[in-house]
């Protein structure tokens, strides 16, 4: 199998070679970055080609394209790469708008490539047993949903508006909507949101706090903290917990904790060393196990769509005060 990996922009570009290498019927072709420094620094890490031209590394008959590049980017991305290879993973979120979160859609429809979005969470084994019960129906009656999605600062392009779509808000909740739509197979349909620029990281100038509280189509209430509230030496990511109240019970997951977590003063930084699953990886097999079964994606663009405009209506409850209608 032949996977190609446009930009590694996106930090879980890095995670997915590892993956993909660690698979024994997987050869990762090359990788194209329009930032050809970093481009070029990735493929000598992981012993790869590094193709000047995205159009020379599509011309290598992929079976698959991994893209991870800015937000902003995914749709000119899909766009080159639909219809030259025949699945693609990209990146959560699909896009920062829904015109080109639909436009990602219906290209690949017309030049039937099949879409995936990068939602590992979904792998996790802890939030699997999660989704069982649910189904189980265990708890009974259920009432809230009380979810975190916090990390530090990521910095980068991740601040910069054109680049991102957004800060913290844009970046964590697309995560936690995607659980608990794939959860009750139902959508969001009120958001309430406080979203704060600049109250962690006065330099900023985007959103580094959010709040939101929100309403499913079942019935469910939940609220969302998506802050990029831990400090410098943190974790960027790795903080998905996520509490329902039922009738019957309550049930609590930490999606992350099968970890060790080294506070290290000479890296100067805190890491986790992980010990049990790996999402990514799980990801990652779904994505080449698609390929081979040549099935329809596990995550898909529509999904996408919907956990994203989620995000964006918090963002016009925030200017408006309002509660917005999805």
Same mark, same amino acid.
């Given at each position: 199998?032949?996977?190609?990996?446009?930009?590694?922009?996106?930090?879980?570009?890095?995670?997915?070679?590892?993956?993909?290498?660690?698979?024994?019927?997987?050869?990762?072709?090359?990788?194209?970055?329009?930032?050809a420094?970093?481009?070029?620094?990735?493929?000598?890490?992981?012993?790869?080609?590094?193709?000047?031209?995205?159009?020379?590394l599509?011309?290598?008959?992929?079976?698959?394209?991994?893209?991870?590049?800015?937000?902003?980017?995914?749709?000119?991305?899909?766009?080159?790469?639909a219809?030259?290879?025949?699945?693609?993973?990209?990146?959560?979120?699909?896009?920062?708008?829904?015109?080109?979160?639909?436009?990602?859609i219906?290209?690949?429809?017309?030049?039937k490539?099949?879409?995936?979005?990068?939602?590992?969470?979904?792998?996790?084994?802890?939030?699997?047993?999660?989704?069982?019960?649910?189904?189980?129906?265990?708890?009974?009656?259920?009432?809230?949903?009380?979810?975190?999605?916090h990390?530090?600062?990521?910095?980068?392009?991740?601040?910069?508006q054109?680049?991102?779509?957004?800060?913290?808000?844009?970046?964590?909740?697309?995560?936690?909507?995607?659980?608990?739509?794939?959860?009750?197979?139902?959508?969001?349909?009120?958001v309430?949101?406080e979203?704060?620029?600049?109250?962690?990281?006065?330099?900023?100038?985007?959103?580094?706090? /959010? &709040?939101? *509280?929100?309403?499913? =189509?079942?019935?469910? #209430?939940?609220?969302?903290? $998506?802050?990029?509230?831990?400090?410098?030496?943190s974790m960027?990511?790795?903080?998905?917990?996520?509490?329902?109240?039922?009738?019957k019970?309550?049930?609590?997951?930490?999606?992350?904790?099968?970890?060790?977590?080294?506070?290290?003063?000479k890296?100067?930084?805190?890491?986790?060393?992980?010990?049990?699953?790996?999402?990514?990886?799980?990801?990652?097999?779904?994505?080449?196990?698609?390929?081979?079964?040549?099935?329809?994606?596990?995550?898909?663009?529509?999904? /996408? &769509?919907? *956990?994203?405009?989620? =995000?964006?209506?918090? #963002?016009?409850?925030?200017? $408006?005060?309002?509660?917005?209608?999805?």
């Open positions: 199998m032949k996977i190609g990996m446009i930009s590694f922009a996106h930090m879980h570009a890095a995670s997915y070679a590892q993956c993909l290498q660690r698979i024994s019927d997987v050869t990762i072709v090359g990788i194209y970055d329009d930032n420094g970093r481009g070029r620094q990735m493929a000598q890490k992981f012993g790869l080609p590094f193709f000047a031209e995205a159009q020379a599509l011309a290598e008959g992929l079976d698959g394209v991994i893209i991870c590049s800015e937000n902003v980017k995914h749709r000119p991305f899909v766009e080159l790469a219809g030259q290879t025949r699945y693609i993973l990209c990146e959560k979120p699909i896009a920062t708008t829904v015109a080109d979160a639909q436009a990602i219906d290209i690949c429809a017309e030049r490539t099949k879409l995936q979005i990068a939602y590992p969470v979904r792998f996790s084994p802890s939030i699997q047993r999660l989704k069982q019960t649910l189904d189980e129906e265990k708890l009974g009656k259920l009432y809230s949903a009380k979810c975190t999605n990390g530090s600062m990521p910095g980068g392009w991740f601040v910069e054109a680049l991102s779509g957004g800060g913290a808000v844009i970046d964590h909740t697309v995560h936690v909507m995607d659980l608990l739509r794939w959860f009750w197979d139902t959508e969001v349909v009120e309430y949101a979203i704060g620029e600049s109250l962690l990281h006065p330099e900023l100038g985007i959103d580094d706090v /959010g &709040l939101l *509280s929100f309403k499913l =189509a079942n019935g469910i #209430y939940g609220t969302l903290d $998506t802050s990029w509230s831990r400090p410098p030496s960027i990511w790795g903080d998905v917990k996520i509490e329902i109240l039922g009738e019970g309550w049930l609590q997951v930490d999606a992350y904790s099968q970890n060790v977590v080294v506070s290290s003063n890296v100067g930084q805190t890491r986790l060393q992980g010990w049990g699953s790996n999402a990514d990886l799980g990801l990652i097999r779904d994505f080449t196990k698609m390929i081979r079964e040549e099935r329809e994606p596990f995550i898909t663009g529509y999904d /996408g &769509l919907k *956990s994203m405009e989620v =995000a964006l209506k918090a #963002y016009e409850s925030a200017r $408006t005060g309002q509660v917005v209608s999805l």
